[in-house]
């Protein structure tokens, strides 16, 4: 049997049954469904079927699908006792309808006035053999739009004949690096809407579905067959949507787990100076050892009775809560998802459970704490999974939290720091990390952990050089020891020799020396050496951005990635929030342009409310312009906001990912619709963003329908060299200033000329000083860069002249690798160093 699709039998904003303010409704005793909160007065059919009932007081319909389904359309909560005042109904019992026939009409007004509620729940009434599989919630829906899937559970495959309230379910997904902690999540929160209890069983072992931390343990592997059994109420229901998640999953969010660490060669560790680890954030540091040994925290074995010890353990784990939420406001992106993660785990039901078995069995919730995580430890210990191994520096974290909350001690780890410290730990924990005075932290380097831990994920945000795995060797180190970390390398270099020092300290300090007379001029204008103009603009990824790049020289931004607003969240932004975040930026800007690309989601940006379904490839998926092709009501809503902007003019639309001049026109028609619609005749630029090789190949067609082009090295570069981006073990080769980029650009510039419209570049090659020249030797005109290297771009452009920058661009297009490039680069321009790079 097919699946049964009801359409959205009102206009208004769709939402979770659970936010009904009634528990009848939001406990799912009526059955499973969505709200609709009205903003029209008609309700309409939504699948063709016979109404079973109007009730009598003429509030609610009832209607059977023709697959048997009964379908509760309940408008307003407690209506009933309106006694029909306000209703009028359209149809009559018996009385057969087609999708979208008006079945009832209200007045909004009367019922805003005299009921409790006008939420209207729409709800599966009858589940038995029926369940949802599909729901639209957390957005505005039309009247016609897809608000539910309903599918016949006999007809699902993989059922087991089973007892009433069990249900179980064998799927083989797709999981290429297994079930790590971000789809643990998802299967989590799935089973967690259940009342069922929910079980994943794989390779004879079994988990809670419910935990992340038991089913990271299950230690899935791509191949493995799993399978899903509930008991207990709603069991069938909760086996087929968990099931459901595990099939739709695959991991986009998480890159694979990084080659396993090169094993220091016998030649490096007989070195006594020197110590081979992982490179986990780069950058080069000269400073003083120091050991950070968090005191271990003494703990009694026995409580002081259950009742209290539970209590107490529910105080601290609300503590720890409190302050994780409080350290993840205004952090970054990287920064709220692993605070998140943690909170999720500090909820673990395993995790709890196990707790509380141990106090119940007398211990101190102190004690029993600590063992059930240390319990998880050992078991994520045991798999040979490098990333799962990585979580246990998460656990340990949440370990110590809760302990410095129950017993007001232990907190004092955060150790004073001399000005220069190189860290040197077993292991530091992010929340240490976090605790740290960065401003005295010159460097980093711990015995274990490994490079996607979540502590080197922070350094990398806070700029600090770190290495880690360089094993126990780190550990003997002398507190005031002189160290050199070269954390580009991963090397710590032990008792250098004074001329190792001063060479290191020159180099250093002669990058400062750059790094602050570019600032001294970054406020200048930019041209070449010899007059012609470049102009240096800043990629924007969030409003508090603005202002800091105008202050480093930006000119303008040439990209603001607006995925910031579209991202970690379950419902899209509407159009007020969208167009604050947008004139936030506009106003931080003071007036300078702003390009605002339009959403690039979709591939390894996924977000939840986005339905894309199962791609094997994703890169090469739904994404960019394509999802916004594909969901045109988001377009539309986003340019509506960027184009109510004030001052008008200020803002231009850029689209990223464009591989044809169809969806340039068709993005454009959109921006006609939207136009008119807001009574707005004042003109708006719209580019593309050239991140497909077809793109620049089709640059003179595309520069016909658009009014500029801003090269994605990022995208264009992975596409031309058909090389993952996030893909660590190809991380060295993914180099934008390879020829075969290069010559794309030359194409992109060539064709956008014959039609009189500028090029810039948008990607990292951008804020790369040392392809400065070769990008203005191909003729483009601006270069938006990472705020931060704005200056030495600047200084980049002023130290070349026009003609020998296409001298140099002229070779490199000729030469055969990027290593060639690079080369040919320094040796024409040696002050131009690379390693100033900060990212796209
Ligand atoms: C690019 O691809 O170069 C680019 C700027 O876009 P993003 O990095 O956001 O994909
Ligand atoms: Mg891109």
Same mark, same amino acid.
């Given at each position: ?171 083989? =997904?797709? /999981?290429?690096? !297994?079930?790590? *902690?971000? $789809?643990?999540? +998802? @299967?989590?929160? #799935?089973?967690?809407?259940? &009342? %069922? ?74 070195? =006594?100076? /020197?110590?081979? !680890?992982?490179? *986990?954030? $780069?950058?080069? +540091? @000269?400073?003083? #050892?120091?050991?950070?040994? &968090? %005191? ?545």
């Amino acid at each position: 049997m097919s699946d049964l699709i009801l359409l959205s039998p009102l206009k208004g904003w769709a939402a979770p049954l659970a936010e009904a303010p009634d528990p009848v409704f939001a406990e799912k005793m009526m059955g499973d469904g969505v709200l609709i909160d009205p903003t029209g007065a008609t309700l309409h059919a939504p699948c063709d079927g016979q109404v079973i009932s109007v009730h009598h007081t003429r509030h609610a319909v009832t209607l059977r699908a023709t697959s048997g389904a009964e379908i509760l359309m309940h408008v307003g909560l407690e209506t009933v006792a309106l006694g029909g005042q306000g209703f009028e109904p359209h149809v009559a019992d018996g009385q057969t309808v087609r999708a979208g026939d008006p079945l009832l009409s209200f007045d909004l007004d009367h019922l805003a006035r005299h009921a409790k509620s006008l939420i209207t729940p729409i709800i599966l009434a009858s589940p038995e053999g029926f369940q949802i599989v599909r729901r639209t919630e957390g957005r505005a829906v039309e009247v016609g739009d897809v608000l539910m899937v309903v599918r016949a559970t006999d007809a699902a495959t993989g059922a087991s004949a089973m007892g009433e309230g069990e249900a179980s379910r064998t799927v083989a =997904p797709h /999981l290429p690096h !297994g079930l790590h *902690a971000r $789809p643990a999540a +998802a @299967v989590a929160n #799935a089973a967690k809407r259940f &009342p %069922a209890e929910v079980w994943i069983a794989c390779q004879g072992r079994k988990a809670n579905a419910k935990s992340v931390v038991a089913l990271m343990a299950l230690g899935v592997r791509e191949g493995d067959a799993l399978t899903v059994t509930a008991t207990g109420p709603e069991a069938e229901a909760a086996a087929a949507a968990v099931a459901a998640v595990l099939e739709g999953l695959q991991e986009r969010a998480e890159p694979p787990p990084p080659p396993k660490p090169a094993k220091p060669s016998v030649a490096a560790s007989q070195d =006594p100076k /020197l110590i081979i !680890g992982v490179p *986990a954030s $780069p950058g080069l +540091a @000269v400073g003083k #050892a120091l050991r950070f040994v &968090p %005191a271990e925290i003494a703990v009694s074995e026995a409580g002081q009775g259950a009742v209290q010890e539970s209590a107490e353990l529910a105080r601290a784990r609300g503590v720890v809560r409190d302050s994780l939420e409080k350290a993840a406001v205004g952090g970054d992106r990287e920064r709220r998802s692993i605070l998140a993660a943690h909170i999720a785990l500090l909820d673990d039901p395993e995790l709890v459970s196990a707790a509380q078995g141990l106090i119940d069995a007398g211990k101190s919730a102190a004690f029993a704490w600590r063992q059930a995580i240390r319990a998880q430890v050992v078991m994520l210990q045991g798999l040979d999974d490098s990333r799962m191994v990585e979580r246990i520096g998460d656990l340990k974290d949440l370990e110590r939290q809760v302990l410095v909350a129950l017993l007001g001690k232990g907190g004092e780890g955060a150790p004073e720091l001399p000005p220069g410290t190189i860290l040197l730990a077993e292991e530091l924990l992010p929340s240490q990390l976090v605790a740290l005075d960065a401003d005295r932290l010159a460097g980093l380097c711990t015995a274990a952990g490994g490079p996607t831990s979540h502590v080197a994920i922070l350094a990398a945000g806070m700029g600090l050089p770190a290495v880690v795995a360089a094993g126990e060797r780190v550990l003997a180190i002398a507190d005031g020891a002189p160290l050199i970390l070269d954390a580009d390398k991963g090397q710590l270099h032990l008792d250098p020799e004074p001329w190792e020092l001063e060479a290191v300290e020159t180099a250093l300090n002669a990058r400062r020396q750059r790094k602050a007379a570019a600032k001294a001029s970054a406020l200048d204008l930019c041209n070449t050496a010899d007059g012609h103009r470049v102009e240096i603009f800043a990629n924007l990824g969030k409003p508090s951005e603005a202002a800091p790049a105008v202050e480093n020289g930006a000119e303008g931004s040439g990209l603001l990635r607006t995925e910031f607003l579209f991202l970690e969240r379950e419902t899209p932004p509407d159009e007020e929030e969208q167009l604050v975040a947008y004139q936030a930026i506009a106003t931080g800007l003071g007036g300078r342009p702003l390009i605002v690309r339009t959403l690039d989601i979709g591939g390894d940006k996924p977000a939840p409310y986005l339905p894309i379904p199962y791609e094997d490839n994703p890169a090469l998926g739904l994404r960019g312009v394509r999802t916004s092709l594909w969901r045109p009501d988001l377009l539309r809503t986003q340019l509506r906001a960027v184009l109510r902007v004030k001052p008008a003019g200020q803002c231009r639309i850029m689209i990223p990912m464009v591989a044809s001049v169809a969806e340039v026109q068709a993005v454009r028609a959109v921006l006609n619709e939207v136009k008119a619609e807001l009574g707005n005749a004042d003109p708006v630029e719209l580019g593309v963003m050239v991140e497909t090789p077809s793109c620049a190949v089709l640059a003179d067609q595309i520069a016909e329908v658009a009014d500029f082009l801003s090269v994605g090295t990022n995208d264009l570069t992975q596409y031309a060299l058909a090389m993952d981006r996030g893909n660590p073990a190809l991380a060295a080769q993914l180099d934008a200033l390879h020829p075969a980029v290069l010559r794309l650009i030359r194409q992109t510039v060539e064709g956008a000329a014959r039609h009189g419209r500028w090029v810039g570049v948008c990607g990292g090659l951008a804020s790369d000083p040392l392809a400065a020249p070769v990008l203005v030797g191909l003729g483009v005109r601006e270069l938006s860069a990472a705020p931060a290297m704005i200056p030495e771009v600047k200084m980049a452009v002023r130290a070349v002249t026009l003609a020998a920058a296409r001298e140099a661009a002229l070779k490199a297009l000729d030469l055969k690798s990027a290593a060639e490039v690079r080369a040919l680069l320094l040796k024409t321009w040696p002050n131009l160093s690379a390693s100033g790079r900060e990212g796209a």
